[in-house]
């Protein structure tokens, strides 16, 4: 069992439409998350940090954390052709020098113009 | 924005050859690590460093080495690469400050041996 899992997709959704991506984990000390947005043959670029529960909003992204269900949520409103990526999760626990950050697979995600 | 450089971006060369891909970053960040990445697939650990003359093997087994002698350096290299090396590797670095778990990467060194 992977601590954290995110579905592969892949999603293809309309453009304008609003995009839900997902992350499950196991481990309940994770208080960091983070999202990652990957273009094709490119470096994975942070996109949003959050700590602990609650939303977190950035022009048309949103991230949000329900940690008593170990589940963090992406919203992208107004979806672009643009946003077309692999988006990875990401999290740690309380920070320390053997704190790991752990990545979910990606989901890639696909808008139709 | 990240400022986390890798040279070269793109690399063709054949079996049994040794290559060493570059890391650098500007923002004095102590932790680096280099990642495995094949298309379309998960991120894998391979090698990471909390600090000069500090260096430790990652998750996934690989056969490339890594050195830290300098701060903002974290070179990697295959000393006899072989078509199973092909792959793209990612280096990163991570803040300590502030948003202190967040982690920046470079653009990726494609590789492909022949």
């Known amino acids: 069992q992977k601590e954290v899992e995110q579905d592969p997709g892949p999603l293809s959704v309309p453009e304008g439409a609003i995009v839900s991506l997902n992350c499950t984990y196991s481990n309940s000390a994770f208080q960091y998350f983070m999202w990652y947005r990957q273009y094709s043959r490119k470096g994975p670029e942070l996109l949003m940090y959050?700590?602990?529960?609650g939303n977190k909003e950035d022009g048309r992204f949103t991230a949000q954390v329900d940690k008593s269900s170990k589940y963090i949520s992406l919203f992208i409103r107004d979806s672009q052709p643009s946003d077309s990526a692999t988006y990875l999760c990401?999290?740690?626990?309380?920070?320390?020098?053997?704190?790991?950050?752990?990545f979910g697979s990606g989901t890639r995600l696909s808008i139709r113009p | 924005e990240a400022d986390i450089y890798q040279t070269p971006r793109y690399l063709v060369i054949g079996t049994g050859k040794k290559i060493t891909l570059e890391c650098s970053q500007t923002?004095?960040?102590?932790?680096m690590y280099w990642y495995q990445q094949d298309p379309g697939m998960e991120l894998h650990l391979i090698h990471y460093?909390?600090?000069?003359?500090?260096?430790e093997k990652g998750d996934l087994s690989s056969e490339s080495t890594v050195s830290r002698i300098r701060t903002e350096h974290f070179p990697l290299t295959l000393e006899s690469a072989r078509p199973s090396h092909t792959s793209q590797y990612l280096c990163?670095?991570?803040?300590?400050?502030?948003?202190?778990?967040?982690?920046?990467f470079g653009e990726g060194s494609w590789l492909t041996v022949v």
């Open positions: 990163a670095s991570r803040s300590q400050t502030g948003s202190g778990n967040t982690i920046y």
């Open positions: 923002m004095g960040h102590d932790k």
């Open positions: 959050t700590y602990s529960s």
């Open positions: 460093s909390y600090g000069v003359n500090s260096t």
């Open positions: 990401a999290m740690s626990a309380k920070y320390s020098s053997a704190s790991k950050i752990i």
